[in-house]
């Protein structure tokens, strides 16, 4: 038992000089295996990548002198690649979600009109999209700025695209989208309301609509009070005054 106290001992004095005197080193070796596709399964390419601290090596000479490590790893194009693309192509390649679309009146304080018109196009996979705005039958190719596609974290994007041309009394704006999920090319369109002012114009109205009932109360005000004060003065004083004889 006194032995085995010492050499324990002893292992313990040389573990505590080594690790003091000493530093610790840090080794990591990453092995990744991607896999590429062409028109589903029809090519499969399969790369295998070998990283050592951060840097990526290859010993071609030695694997490729291996005849029965390069069977095994032509084969895992079928083993790993084309296997796991059955299980997880219906849902991510396969995926499709219908994007939903509406277009918003965006007021602009810093240019004149009514305001810019922002079409939001939501909830949508996968994330290959194409937006074009029209003004009646033309097409804006300038004067529109667009968000980039935005990953939303539940397997769907949003895309926000900006019409700067402002919009016009009459004419149909109209927002068209293209995605795979669509057989057909997605159009919301929008019309300004008849009779709609801008909104610098309504918030005039509204401040002379107060202004104006203000005046009304106080000229309704003052009569009420000027009436008031005759009544209660000059009636009073012909009741009191003593008949001519």
């Not at 810019?116 to 996979?125: E, G, K, W």
């Not at 937006?131 to 033309?138: D, E, N, P, V």
């Not at 369109?189 to 509204?206: D, F, N, Q, T």
């Given at each position: 038992?006194?032995?085995l106290?010492?050499?324990?001992l002893?292992?313990?004095?040389?573990?505590?000089?080594?690790?003091?005197?000493?530093?610790?080193?840090v080794f990591?070796?990453?092995?990744k295996?991607?896999?590429?596709?062409i028109?589903?399964?029809?090519k499969?390419?399969?790369v295998e990548?070998?990283?050592?601290n951060?840097?990526e090596?290859c010993?071609?000479?030695r694997?490729?002198?291996?005849?029965?490590?390069?069977?095994?790893?032509?084969?895992?194009?079928?083993t790993?690649?084309r296997?796991?693309?059955?299980?997880?192509?219906?849902?991510s390649v396969?995926?499709?979600v219908?994007?939903s679309?509406?277009?918003s009146l965006?007021?602009?304080?810093?240019?004149p009109?009514?305001g810019?018109?922002?079409?939001?196009?939501?909830?949508?996979?996968p994330a290959?999209?194409q937006?074009?705005?029209?003004?009646?039958?033309?097409e804006?190719?300038?004067?529109?700025?667009?968000?980039d596609?935005?990953?939303?974290g539940d397997w769907?994007?949003q895309?926000?695209?900006?019409?700067?041309?402002?919009?016009?009394?009459?004419?149909?704006s109209?927002?068209?989208?293209e995605h795979?999920s669509l057989e057909?090319?997605?159009?919301q369109?929008?019309?300004?309301?008849?009779?709609?002012?801008?909104?610098?114009?309504?918030?005039?109205?509204?401040r002379?609509?107060?202004?104006?009932?203000?005046?009304?109360m106080?000229?309704l005000?003052?009569y009420v009070?000027r009436?008031?004060?005759?009544f209660f003065?000059?009636?009073?004083r012909?009741?009191?005054?003593?008949?001519?004889?």
């Open positions: 038992k006194l032995l106290a010492y050499c324990a002893a292992l313990f004095v040389l573990a505590f000089f080594t690790l003091a005197c000493c530093s610790l080193s990591q070796m990453m092995k295996g991607e896999c590429y596709f028109n589903g399964t029809e499969v390419r399969f990548r070998h990283i050592y951060r840097e090596y010993n071609a000479k694997w490729n002198s291996n005849p029965q490590l390069m069977e095994y790893k032509r084969g895992q194009v079928d790993y690649c296997h796991n693309y059955e299980l997880d192509a219906p849902f396969e995926r499709r219908t994007p679309v509406s277009i965006v007021p602009s304080s810093s240019q009109g009514p810019r018109l922002l079409c939001s196009v939501m909830d949508f996979y290959e999209i937006l074009r705005w029209f003004q009646g039958q033309q804006l190719s300038e004067h529109v700025v667009a968000t596609v935005v990953a939303k769907t994007h895309l926000l695209v900006l019409m700067e041309t402002p919009a016009q009394r009459g004419v149909t109209s927002c068209q989208v795979v057909q090319p997605l159009r369109h929008w019309e300004m309301p008849p009779g709609r002012l801008p909104c610098s114009k309504v918030l005039m109205g509204i002379g609509s107060v202004l104006g009932f203000v005046f009304l106080l000229g005000g003052f009070y009436f008031s004060s005759f003065e000059e009636i009073p012909w009741c009191l005054r003593a008949p001519e004889v």
